[in-house]
């Protein structure tokens, strides 16, 4: 975006030109500014950065359980081969696993993690009707990791545990017919790059081609339509902040145009933190009917964090490829957990099957390798297989100590009744944002039953002008290099935030994640941007001869 330039430059923004940037990148020179250093961790700095999403709590009793069932495992290992002195260990027996797991809780009774265990066990023969034994023997196998995983996609009861953990959180009580596969995958980040790769290898996204993406996004899709590889053409669906950061009517419309091959949405978005209106999901649900052609896929990671949150998975599950990953709501980020789901019956299995036949048989040669029937190869086998170039397909899938930590993450949840957990975690984001605002000045809507809060956008357009009126607004803008506020920010406060513009917001703004610091920092983030405003305000009377009372902000 191009600014006149102001008459008050701070030589090292104008030094260098930022705007090629991504908000991560940028965020490195902020931290700069701020006197830190781009790798140090927050806690060693006096540096208040709040440009991480990566959350500070972090979910204790699913770990617990984790390292408790670790023991009980290697018990079991050290079971084989006792007469070896060397350490060597064996693999789980089946037979009699269950009443050796029973006699580990007696003799652990009280040690933190086993009551959760014996929940869990019990959730899933009780609740699920699945065999405990088997349960215990996935689980032991896999914290064991002495097997690949098999299969590859993903574990067999871990799949039916995380699918009904995902159905909780994103279908709810919404009506949803039929089942659906689910990929363990390494986050959200592998996620989103397995499935950019299988769409374009398939032909279902071609250079040239048009998606549309749900602006503003998380800045990755941004970025990866333009990387070379991939040279789609995009069309912005714009949230408005004057709309509570939702879609109107006529942007949605835009996925009516069948040049539009895929549609690519986060929602609760990132970074306004706002879930997308019912009515909207019904508009989506209601153009697929129209265009049964269209691919839909949402990023829900922040779903846990909303009010009786409804994926678009729920609303048009054939069209929808789910992404879902563990980092936020589990504070699980270096664990590398997230889930890909399509429903059985979809349209990319349906697109594929009516591929160009020369195309289909180029795709026949690529997974001859795997299987007798390459053509009738899922689409989410195929994310499989591309995952580790097709050759390697026979070793992919994630980690089997990776299935069995999220597998314990998902028990916890389902067993969160009534939602213990999940309300802390709400009530912890919420109050820092209560906090942030109270010392910036500003009252903010707590009424929209869409706000998520897991990240705030200080939009200076909207807040600026709210406060002190259009004209103070367009002078600021005229009067200040992009990024100024927020490498002063940095400079003078020593408060990193992230900029909006990175993520495709139209106005100039910051994303404060509310995630990442304790509460006494967001008020101290609060001081410290309300004493730049006012500092502003005080400019621009000067230069107008106005008299804004400062003082007010609201
Ligand atoms: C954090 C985030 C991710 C990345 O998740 P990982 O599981 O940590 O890779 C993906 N999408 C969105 C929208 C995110 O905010």
């Not at 250079?207 to 590889?229: K, S």
């Amino acid at each position: 975006m191009a600014k006149e330039k102001g008459d008050k430059k701070h030589a090292d923004t104008a030094e260098q030109d930022f705007s090629a940037l991504s908000p991560f990148e940028l965020k490195d020179e902020l931290i700069k500014a701020a006197g830190g250093s781009a790798v140090e961790r927050p806690a060693n700095a006096s540096m208040l950065n709040a440009g991480r999403g990566n959350p500070n709590f972090l979910a204790t009793i699913p770990r617990h359980g984790f390292w408790q069932l670790g023991l009980f495992a290697m018990r079991e290992s050290e079971r084989s081969f006792a007469y070896m002195p060397e350490g060597v260990g064996g693999f789980p027996k089946r037979e009699g696993l269950t009443e050796r797991f029973e006699l580990f809780l007696r003799e652990n009774r009280g040690v933190p993690g086993i009551d959760f265990l014996r929940g869990a066990v019990s959730y899933v023969r009780d609740q699920l009707g699945l065999s405990a034994g088997d349960f215990l023997y996935e689980m032991c196998e896999g914290i064991l990791a002495s097997n690949y995983p098999v299969p590859d996609r993903m574990l067999k009861l871990s799949e039916v545990i995380v699918g009904q953990y995902l159905r909780r959180e994103m279908i709810g009580k919404h009506p949803f017919i039929g089942e659906f596969d689910i990929f363990a995958v390494e986050g959200g980040t592998a996620a989103m790059t397995y499935i950019f790769n299988t769409l374009r290898e398939n032909r279902l996204i071609k250079a040239g081609d048009t998606i549309a993406l749900g602006m503003p996004i998380f800045t990755p899709y941004i970025e990866i339509p333009r990387l070379n590889d991939y040279q789609l053409n995009v069309v912005n669906l714009n949230a408005d902040v004057e709309n509570n950061w939702q879609y109107s009517k006529a942007e949605l419309d835009k996925l009516r145009d069948p040049k539009v091959k895929a549609f690519f949405l986060v929602n609760p978005s990132n970074p306004p933190s706002v879930r997308i209106s019912d009515e909207s999901l019904e508009q989506i649900a209601d153009i697929v009917k129209a265009r049964p052609d269209l691919i839909l896929l949402t990023d829900d990671v922040y779903g846990t964090f909303a009010d009786d949150f409804v994926s678009l998975f729920a609303l048009a599950p054939k069209n929808t490829i789910l992404v879902y990953s563990y980092s936020k709501y589990f504070g699980a980020t270096g664990w590398r957990l997230g889930t890909i789901a399509t429903h059985r019956d979809n349209v990319l299995d349906r697109l594929i099957a009516e591929l160009p036949k020369d195309v289909k048989k180029e795709l026949h040669t690529r997974y001859e390798s795997i299987t007798t029937e390459p053509d009738k190869l899922k689409f989410i086998d195929r994310l499989v297989a591309d995952s580790r170039t097709v050759a390697l397909n026979h070793t992919a899938g994630l980690s089997t100590p990776q299935q069995v930590q999220m597998v314990l993450f998902s028990l916890f949840s389902l067993m969160d009744t009534p939602d213990a957990y999940k309300n802390a975690l709400k009530r912890l984001i919420r109050s820092r944002k209560r906090a942030l605002y109270e010392e910036i000045g500003i009252s903010f809507e707590d009424d929209d039953k869409n706000q998520v809060d897991y990240y705030t956008i200080l939009d200076m357009e909207f807040l600026g002008e709210r406060a002190f009126g259009r004209e103070f607004v367009e002078w600021l803008f005229k009067n200040t290099e992009p990024s100024e506020l927020l490498f002063r920010l940095a400079r003078e406060a020593r408060v990193v935030l992230l900029p909006g513009r990175g993520f495709g917001t139209k106005h100039p703004s910051g994303r404060v994640s509310l995630a990442n610091l304790n509460e006494s920092d967001y008020r101290q983030i609060g001081r410290a941007l309300r004493k730049l405003i006012e500092e502003y305000v005080e400019r621009f009377n000067a230069a107008t001869g106005k008299t804004l009372d400062k003082g007010k902000v609201e």
